[in-house]
């Protein structure tokens, strides 16, 4: 059983940067598995927002590129999600995916203010 735990979600002005962490508990994943990040806004459907493959290669939605990076520790068991320029849209529950098996972390809030 995979346990996804998110962490590092904030309140932060408009051009503000946080950095999100997706932690695998009691189990190694990151290194050779495609994780995921997604958001869900209040009231809206949860959103693609990136993900990283196996071999790190990175994709990202329209709406976050050039201002999201994902990234991944794999000593730590862990996956990031870097925000920069982050815009009032931006907020929202943030949660880490692991596609193969469907598993999803309890999710982290994020709110930008203008």
């Known amino acids: 059983q995979v346990r996804l735990v998110e962490s590092g979600g904030d309140l932060v002005q408009a051009g503000g940067s946080l950095r999100l962490s997706c932690a695998a508990v009691?189990?190694?994943?990151?290194?050779?598995?495609?994780m995921a990040w997604y958001r869900q806004a209040p009231g809206k459907e949860r959103e693609w927002v990136g993900r990283?493959?196996?071999?790190?290669?990175?994709e990202y939605a329209d709406s976050v590129k050039g201002r999201f990076s994902i990234s991944r520790n794999i000593a730590k068991n862990s996956m990031y999600l870097q925000m920069n320029n982050l815009k009032p849209e931006d907020t929202g529950v943030y949660y880490c995916?692991?596609?193969?098996?469907?598993?999803w972390g309890q999710g982290t809030q994020v709110t930008v203010s203008s």
């Open positions: 990283i493959t196996a071999g790190g290669s990175t």
């Open positions: 995916n692991y596609p193969r098996i469907n598993a």
């Open positions: 009691s189990t190694s994943i990151f290194s050779a598995n495609v």
